[in-house]
Each structure stands twice: as structure tokens, then as C-alpha cells.
């Protein structure tokens, strides 16, 4: 294995097929979280929170009142159910129409050919990575800013070929998504046609390296958005491109992907195999180094935040909690927590966004199953 010179690191496939290890980032673990299938719902985990807050403040037990309330704010938020939309899609459609609650909402592939191969490292796989980062930042729009990303630079089976993909985690309250850039290109030209014509990521999710192969979460989105269903994976087109240097044109191949990390993705990663659909060699591409499909696990993406501290206004039902939360600590003369401003005690403040958010996820689940319930 040789380590890339660049930052971040690289792990070339001929030794390691995983990321290198990120420190992972610091996350307040202490606001309190409601898990649909615990004992402790997200109602449960405010009554809790209003008892502490009562007891440490005014150094006297809850009453009654406040225990209960809890319970009258997950009864008003039932009463609007009706009007309440999933921030998950559970629709029929057949093609995911976005990132999820902390993707990018509107993303593209930018378009490589103004970037002199002259201005880039003459190693490839750092090459390919460099081209990687700027797919990522224009994604993000911040084209000018040092960005953190894992970066994992494989080779192919069958075809002389260089994949790099690179990928960060982008974080709002509890939703987490990854934006992920795959670049390929061919290390050999033995023909005035590129093996590479019409390539496709034939890909899936997974719990584990080696594990089987399962469908990613709803909500995720490509760039170029040319997909198709495979019937238990999902492929997506790669964008070939033209890079501009002194031996001439040189063609790469690009793909932008963000999909939401929840469920199956909560602890495991993709798998994928490639395939050159208008090339001379129609054969599924793996991993040169194991033989076997690529792995990548997104658990190791460094977390970027979302730039504004409390990220978008929440769902309806959320903003509802909230605006009750509000009276209610307004009350106990513990400051203004508006949706809009959250501006006397960003601590308690963020700490009442968590709850409201883990309220939409215990709804959204219970949503899925059939039916709200408290």
C-alpha cells in the first residue's frame, strides 16, 4: 500500500480497500433522542427533560402538570397528523426525487474540461482524487474552501481502469447524508475508442465488507440523474468528460451521489460493480484487489455540520412541538425559543430541536407501519 502525498489520505486497492480511519467527530450524545421501537418514546423523553429542567431550576419536584405534558403535546401533534408529510418518501415512484432531509437540494456535476491537466498531481489515483474534491465542492458551494474528505482509489478487473471516490457526511439535527464523487478513468489506452464508453454504477446497500446486497434507503439522488432500476440495485450513469493537456484530451468519467444514512446505512456502507454498457468488454468490473464487488464505507466520511446551527426550519409537526416547547419554557422563564431565532440559550435551545426532531422520526416510522400512534 503507498499512502497519497495529498490531503486527505488515500488507501490504494492493491493493499487496503477501506478508508483509512477518521477521527470521528465530536457529537453531543447527552440531548435526548427518541427511538421508535425503545421503551423511551420522544414524547417520554420530554417529560423528562421539562422534569429535570424543573427540578435543577427551581430545585423542587415536577408536578403533575408538567409531567404530563409530555403527553398533550404528542396528543396535539397527533391531531395533525393528517397534514403532516413524511420527510421520508414512501411513495410508489420509481425514481428518488431527492437527498434527503440533509442532502443538497438542488446538486450538478460540474464540468472538468477548464481544469489544465498541467495544474493537477501527476500521480493518477491523486490526480483522479483532486478531481474528485472539486466535484465535491462545487456540490457543496464552496469551491474556494479546504474540504475533509475520505478518499479510497481502487483499480478494475478485466479493464485497465482507476476509480477514485471521495466522500464527506453532511449532517442537519439527526439526518446525515453522504455526498459521494466517484472518478474513473482508464490507465491504458490500447485502442482510439475508450473500454470505459456508456459507464454505469450498478450498486446497492449493505450491513457490512461481504455482506449481501440490499436496496440504499428512499430519498437518495445521482448526478447526471440518469437511473434506472435494476430490480434489487439501482444504476446510474457516469458523465464522461474531456480534461484538456499537453498529450491531448484525456476522458474521465464522473458521478455525483447522495444518499441518506439511516437504516441499513446506519452502520454499513455501499457495494457496487461497474460496467462499460457501450464498450468492447461488457463484463461486470470489480475490485482488481479482491476479486470481489467494491466496497465503501460510509461510516468513515468525516461529518460536516450544516451551516446554519439549527439547520432548516423543521417539518410542520416539529415546528408545532416547538412553538408549544416555547410557551411552555417561556413559562418557566427559561428564555425565547422561537423556530426562527432560538436566540436566549443556543444550548437548551438545541437540545429542544433534537427532541422535536426525534418526535418527526417516531412519527415517520409509526407512519410507515400504518398509522400514528402515541
Known sequence: MRASLMTPCVARSTGVTQPRPIQAPNVNRGAPRGVACSATTAWDSWTSYISKHRADSASAPASKSELDYGREIAAAIRSSAGSFKSKYATGETNVPSSGGAAGISDFKLSHVGDINLNELPRDLHERLEALASVQLKQALGKPNADLDAASISFTTTDVDAALCVSGVTLQQGLDKTALIAFVATETERQASWSRLEGLILHWGATDAAGGAWGLPPQGWAASPNKVVDAGGAWQCSFEKQQMSGPEGNSAVYVLLLQVPLRGILKAGGLVFVLKATAGQNTRWLKDEATKKDFFLDTTRFPVIKASHQYGQPPP???????QHMQGRTCEMGEGNYSDSGYNDNPKQARE??????????????????GGVAG
Not at 410542520?316 to 416547538?322: D, F, G, H, S, V
Not at 429542544?352 to 410507515?368: F, M, P, S
Open 316 to 322: 410542520a409537526a416539529a415546528r408545532y412541538y416547538i
Open 352 to 369: 429542544l430541536y433534537l427532541v422535536a426532531a426525534a418526535v418527526v422520526e417516531d412519527l415517520t416510522i409509526k407512519d410507515q407501519r
